[in-house]
């Protein structure tokens, strides 16, 4: 919501409905994504989650997009 708040510039207005979306969406991406990494942990036998792991994920992501 405060995202939300932030980015709105020129003060729409949301209904109730579609922040939830907006929610559920984003933590559903974000526990894809951290799924993903703790793939990635265990494919380079790791025990910690780096920044450079999940950078690493990220431009998987953005190249499957294209």
Do not use: G, P
């Not at 933590?27 to 950078?55: C, G, P, W």
């Amino acid at each position: 919501m405060r995202l939300v708040c932030e980015i709105n510039e020129k003060n729409y207005q949301f209904q109730c409905s579609v922040l939830d979306v907006i929610q559920v969406t984003a933590e559903s991406t974000l526990a894809a994504l951290f799924k993903y990494n703790v793939k990635t942990m265990i494919h380079h036998d790791s025990v910690i989650l780096t920044v450079r792991d999940s950078q690493l994920m990220m431009n998987i992501v953005k190249t499957l997009r294209k």
